[in-house]
């Protein structure tokens, strides 16, 4: 099973969701207590972060691989997480997304809205920051 694909479904997870099972083939994924999964990700450095730096590592994967699937899901985070760290690596992996895909100019266009909508609202500085950058790109 594709790891990308893991990472897309969790960054999905609102914040507050407490204990989610979500089924996928032959993989069970428990959202935020997920960290307590004894088998799926034993051994793992995922067993060791908490939320917030799980979510922020998921947003970094899914900006490296500029996965335009995931477009979706991370203006989701941008929009509701409660985390900084989470808000502001979801506005860049949004801007490594829209970089990567110059020729689709809607979906530029919608990364380029979402954006501009959470830097009219945002209160962290080193978000707004991270927002300007993505928007500049």
Known sequence: FPRYLLAMVLVSLPA?????????P???IL?????????LFAD???R???????VRNVCVALGNR????AVGALLRRLGVDPAAVVRGHAAW??????????QDSALRTDIARGLAAQAAI??????????????AR
């Not at 507050?16 to 996928?24: D, R, S, V």
């Not at 959202?31 to 004894?38: A, F, N, S, V, W």
């Open 93 to 102: 992996a949004l801007g490594e997304i829209a970089v990567a895909q110059a």
């Open 66 to 69: 500029r996965e335009t699937s």
């Open 31 to 39: 959202g935020r207590t997920m960290l307590t999964g004894p088998a």
């Open 26 to 28: 032959g993989l069970y």
């Open 48 to 54: 060791r972060a908490d939320r917030e730096g799980f």
């Open 16 to 24: 507050g969701a407490g204990l989610l099972l979500y089924a996928l």
């Open 44 to 46: 793992s450095p995922i």
């Open 122 to 135: 945002e209160s962290d500085a080193w978000v707004s920051e991270e927002l300007a950058l993505a928007l």
